[in-house]
């Protein structure tokens, strides 16, 4: 995943929208955004994996806030089902190739409302 592309809050979280939302995603970098850049994730079960990252039959990269993370794809956290462990109300506490981890290990995330 291609942190260049994405749009950040200005904590530093990666700002992240529900698959479904009315603005489509399209793929930049390897990740599934909109054309603003926001991340776009789903709850799902991953029906495909590219790079050790699992994402749904939409496209939509896989994300899970609650699941222990059990391994590490290209230096992020990910759960036992393939999904990206992503965390909120942590500000960064490290970079990985621009991603931000939180303190509890997960990649730092807003959900847009």
Known sequence: MNSGVLKFSAGGAIL???EGSENSLRFNGGAPVQN???LVVSANDPTLF???LGYDQT???CADPTDAITHYAGGLPVTAKGAL???SGYLPSVLVAG???GSDG???SDLLT
Do not use: S, Y
């Open 16 to 18: 992240i929208v529900n």
């Open 36 to 38: 603003d850049g926001t």
């Open 50 to 52: 590219l790079g050790g």
């Open 59 to 61: 496209g939509a990269l």
């Open 85 to 87: 462990a992503i965390g």
């Open 99 to 101: 991603i931000p981890i």
């Open 106 to 108: 997960r990649v730092c």
